[in-house]
């Protein structure tokens, strides 16, 4: 049972960075002028016609109209949680400061929490789950946060939890998410996979299979409407 945790201290700044980023997504509102409709009177409008009255307009267009521009995109995370994450990354140079020891899921854990942060500034529906798996008969599908739970300490402490283990099965990971993502009305789906980047399990789902099938699970997530993309992490 994962404990209810907050955010990281390591991760706040570039937590900060990206919400102030996310929220300039949000529902902005576009106004226009001069039209025959609206919320209220164009005053610039309603003097112009007042002062050059020798000008013939078939339509009064005296009013401002506001139309908001909405936002409409529900989003589910996939992260790959098989043991190959466990594996170290490259040296990197953050500032003046050289980083070594890190591992893919030290990253994918970093990653999920500032998308998390991100994406709950910005009010939109969104969901965490993790995969690994053994064989075809055990695909491990991990509830991390789904899309009617608030983003709360509880899924942080969820997030700081996770670890590695078993294998790669990600053709039915994507797959398994495409129908989560159906269940969403809203008019774009994200599907948003972190992971190393190799699909293996032991039963000769490696290689050209393995890249296979995995190929086959986006182009049937594209035909039903969800959009997938792939951060692949070292």
Do not use: H
Request: glycine share 6%.
């Amino acid at each position: 049972q994962a404990l209810p945790s907050p955010l990281p201290e390591s991760l706040v700044v570039e937590a900060r960075k990206l919400q102030q980023q996310f929220c300039s997504l949000r529902t902005q509102t576009q106004t226009f002028r001069g039209q025959v409709s609206g919320d209220e009177i164009d005053l610039d409008a309603w003097l112009k016609q007042k002062t050059q009255p020798g000008q013939i307009q078939q339509e009064e267009k005296l009013y401002i109209a506001r139309n908001r521009n909405q936002r409409d995109l529900s989003t589910l995370v996939l992260a790959d949680l098989s043991m190959s994450t466990d594996a170290g990354v490259a040296a990197q140079i953050t500032g003046s400061q050289s980083v070594t020891g890190l591992k893919v899921i030290d990253l994918i854990r970093d990653s999920l929490l500032l998308f998390s942060e991100a994406l709950a500034s910005c009010d939109d529906p969104f969901a965490i789950y993790g995969f690994s798996s053994i064989k075809n008969k055990q695909v491990r599908y991990q509830l991390l946060k789904n899309f009617a739970e608030p983003y709360s300490d509880e899924t942080r402490g969820r997030l700081l939890a996770i670890q590695p283990g078993f294998y790669t099965r990600m053709g039915a990971a994507i797959r398994q998410s495409t129908e989560v993502l159906k269940l969403q009305v809203s008019a774009q789906r994200l599907l948003l996979i972190l992971s190393d980047g190799k699909p293996n399990d032991i039963d000769r789902y490696e290689g050209r299979y393995g890249i296979e099938d995995t190929r086959q699970a986006v182009l049937e997530a594209k035909r039903q409407g969800v959009q997938p993309f792939c951060i692949t992490i070292d």
